[in-house]
């Protein structure tokens, strides 16, 4: 099994902790995103990562991985069994790649973490606009729908919480994390979901490019 990605990138941590938590092997292959090889589009389409190969299966976009993952190595469950709760899991999911995404990483670390690493210039006047307009209100709703304890559908993590938590891990390497007096429940939350030992893993292996 082989995935194609840079590890910085949130979407594919996602689908590495996915790998790590269902105990799969697999062999990375650090695709950048802005400088694909020859032909990755015969496994990416858009030339986006993550991508996955597993045999004969090619596959891209980190949610249609971790649902195939799912479906097809099913020993450790990522996502809930009850059909109302997995659909909830999804929503969160898919809120971690569009909302969440945005306000995290392309208007947060990809300026100041992404830009610098490629010689370019903070645009921080994008950054404390996106800070001040986009971030109070996705705060104030993970602050809404996060239990005070365990996790967002029950006493186990899941990819309803590794996709929020990969999103924040980001923004952490931007300088940014949720002020726990303003938001308490949400910023327990998050401790809880970095501290699990496959998202410290990945964090540890991010140290590597970011020091």
């Known amino acids: 099994m082989k995935v194609f990605g840079a590890t910085l990138s949130p979407m594919v941590r996602k689908v590495l902790v996915a790998l790590e938590m269902k105990g799969l092997n697999f062999e990375l292959d650090p695709v950048i ?20 190969q597993d045999g004969e299966v090619t596959l891209a976009d980190s949610s249609i991985i971790c649902e195939y993952l799912e479906d097809r190595y099913p020993e450790i469950a990522l996502y809930p069994a009850d059909l109302v709760l997995k659909a909830k899991a999804r929503w969160f999911e898919e809120y971690a790649d569009t909302v969440l995404m ?26 404390q606009q996106n800070l001040k307009d986009n971030m109070p209100k996705t705060l104030a709703y993970l602050e809404s729908v996060v239990p005070e304890q365990g996790f967002l559908l029950g006493e186990s993590l899941m990819m309803a919480d590794i996709g929020i938590g990969s999103c924040f891990i980001n923004a952490g ?14 910023a327990a939350y998050l401790h809880r979901v970095k501290a699990h030992p496959a998202l410290q893993k990945r964090i540890k292996e991010d140290a590597r490019f970011l020091n």
């Open 102 to 127: 945005k306000v995290t990483a392309e208007s947060l670390f990809f300026e100041r973490v992404v830009k610098p690493m490629m010689g370019m210039e903070t645009d921080e006047d994008k950054v």
């Open 33 to 52: 995103p802005f400088n694909t090889p020859e032909g990755f589009e015969k496994i990416s389409p858009l030339k986006k990562v993550p991508a996955l």
């Open 173 to 186: 390497y931007a300088e940014f994390e949720p002020d726990p007096s303003e938001y308490p429940v949400f």
